[in-house]
């Protein structure tokens, strides 16, 4: 991670915020569909004056007890991306999702775009590859993707730039994508009354999920800031999935301004003890670190998941 003083990647998102904030024409329209089922956020957001658009984090159904899956609020997604005769030019993903499949190919299929992640996602196909045993079918070097992005690496959506930022912690290879003045931080944040994301996954590390925060919280206050997930909380009985980078540093309940690292990390690592690992990891990782697509078909044409036992 860049030192403070020397952060070039984020005075740059930086530069990047406070020109849409003076300037509307650099600010994406962003339409959020939210999948109950697993708690995600996917995110369409698009440039108003050339009707490119951006697909975030995006979720195919899976019934676990069929092993079946459904285009479910992927199709919500392609519909509202035809209604308002949007141009895909990106499929993005934060990062390697534990709790849902990807619907990234199918998207794809439908509609275009490039297909992006955090090039440390090689780190987390070499890990997964090993624990699933996945041979050499599984290529680990992240080729399954169209774009591999590194920190501080930019692109544009149609004429609004964005920055990418590496934001390592809940997985190590996770990445916040700042468009115009909005910054998709994947999972790193949550709503400010809910915290943060948990960091103990293969790979992971609350320590640098810490300052892989504090870093984002360094961005202008006013910048919008998008989920990846939400499960209500305490008093809350609505999802919510936007905030801003000043609610976040005044209000979040694990890492507002004062609270120091060695505290954010007993607190949790005692949290994340307490928590189930989501229903849909097996699945979910076998296919996300393949790009979403499913593994490769056997001699009789049909795709496993494979059930590693007394592993996780
Ligand atoms: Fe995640």
């Not at 999948?35 to 440039?47: P, R």
């Not at 196909?125 to 774009?147: H, K, L, P, V, Y």
């Not at 980078?245 to 954010?264: C, L, P, S, W, Y």
Request: aromatic residues 8%; negative net charge; glycine residues 8%.
């Amino acid at each position: 991670m860049p030192s403070p003083l020397h952060d070039n990647a984020l005075e740059q998102a930086t530069q990047q915020i406070l020109r849409a904030a003076a300037d509307p024409a650099l600010r994406p329209v962003v339409e959020t569909v939210f999948d109950q089922a697993t708690f995600t956020a996917s995110h369409i957001a698009h440039d108003p004056a050339t009707r490119t658009a951006a697909i975030i984090d995006s979720v195919l159904d899976y019934d676990a007890a069929a092993g079946r899956t459904h285009p479910g609020t992927a199709a919500d997604i392609v519909a509202r991306v035809r209604a308002q005769g949007l141009d895909v030019a990106w499929q993005l993903e934060t990062h390697v999702h534990a709790d849902h499949l990807s619907a990234a190919p199918w998207l794809q299929h439908e509609m275009g775009g490039t297909l992006g992640i955090g090039q440390d996602i090689v780190r987390v196909q070499d890990m997964f590859g090993t624990i699933f045993n996945a041979g050499t079918e599984f290529a680990r070097d992240g080729s399954q993707f169209d774009r591999l992005f590194g920190d501080g690496d930019r692109f544009t959506l149609g004429s609004i730039p964005a920055t990418c930022l590496h934001v390592p912690g809940h997985t190590p290879a996770d990445m916040a994508y700042v468009i115009g003045d909005a910054v998709f931080v994947g999972d790193t944040l949550f709503m400010p009354d809910y915290g943060t994301a948990r960091a103990d996954f293969p790979g992971g590390s609350a320590a640098d999920l810490f300052r892989s925060i504090r870093r984002l919280l360094r961005l202008p206050d006013a910048a919008r800031v998008f989920l990846c997930h939400d499960y209500k909380a305490p008093g809350r009985d609505s999802f919510a999935w936007e905030t801003t980078i000043g609610a976040q540093r005044t209000h979040n309940i694990h890492v507002h301004d004062g609270v120091d690292e060695a505290t954010f990390v007993a607190m949790r690592a005692a949290r994340d003890a307490t928590l189930r690992l989501p229903g849909l990891i097996l699945p979910s990782v076998q296919v996300n670190m393949r790009a979403g697509q499913m593994p490769q078909p056997e001699s009789n044409g049909v795709s496993y998941i494979k059930i590693p036992l007394n592993v996780f």
